[in-house]
């Protein structure tokens, strides 16, 4: 394996195989799960209808995809699907007693893009029947992908939209990670208050809760420390502090008059 593959990325790199798929819909649904989520390489092993890529369920179903299907090939076997394929995942949601190593769709979609360089397939079964073993037994790896055990079976087109969902996110994790960042590490940041100035507030505000009644004189023991785990937790900034300074005061000074 040349090292550089892996910096190509996973979209260029990853083909969507069903094989003897029946339903033109779901062939036509799965195209949609793969656009939405940034994949375009589609082949079909011997499809029930030859015509399939025109045919209106599969049009209809595509709703917006049909740039995957008029991309996609038919190809009479899976050898032929997988001819220039470095690496191959059968998707089943049943398990083989003698079989590839078994991995989660996150598992796979990680190793996928950063650890396996060139073109890699993830191949689906018929809606009825699923892969056979022979197919099974030609990848490197069976995915499993982890279900209500009472009710495992998913609609073909949802298999392919939770494998091409963790790719997707796989191959975005920098971009991801950003996304998920702390939101205090996001948007404008004001000065952070001190501790002399958070202690003023804290003050300044126990003598407004006091005038209002709302803080006991004999007993401020409870309420101000929770108070203070509160605004702790805020990490305020300087203008904040003087907004809370800025309403004890005009509770203060309401109070005289």
């Not at 996304?179 to 407004?208: K, T, W």
Request: proline share 5%.
């Amino acid at each position: 394996m040349n090292p550089t593959q892996i910096d190509t990325p996973l979209f260029g790199r990853l083909r969507f195989v069903l094989v003897e798929t029946s339903l033109p819909g779901n062939i036509g649904a799965a195209a949609r799960a793969m656009k939405t989520m940034g994949f375009s390489e589609l082949v079909l092993v011997k499809p029930r209808y030859p015509d399939v890529l025109s045919h209106e369920d599969a049009i209809a179903f595509a709703s917006g995809a049909q740039d995957i299907l008029a991309t996609a090939r038919i190809v009479e076997s899976i050898g032929d699907a997988l001819a220039d394929c470095d690496f191959a995942a059968a998707v089943s949601a049943r398990l083989r007693e003698f079989s590839p190593p078994v991995l989660a769709p996150r598992s796979l979609a990680t190793h996928l893009a950063t650890e396996t360089g060139g073109r890699v397939a993830l191949i689906f079964g018929n809606e009825r029947f699923g892969l056979p073993n022979e197919i099974v037994e030609k990848c490197n790896v069976l995915i499993n992908i982890p279900s209500n055990p009472g009710y495992s079976s998913l609609n073909l087109a949802q298999a392919v939209q939770v494998l091409a969902y963790e790719a997707r996110l796989a191959a975005l994790a920098n971009e991801i990670d950003g996304m998920n960042a702390n939101p205090r590490d996001i948007g404008f940041h004001g000065e952070a208050a001190s501790v002399a100035q958070i202690e003023g507030m804290y003050v300044h505000l126990e003598d407004a809760l006091r005038a209002i009644n709302f803080l006991s004189a004999d007993s401020p023991k409870k309420l101000m420390p929770r108070l203070k785990r509160l605004f702790a937790r805020a990490g305020l900034e300087k203008e904040e502090v003087n907004i809370l300074r800025g309403i004890a005061n005009q509770i203060l000074t309401g109070r005289k008059h």
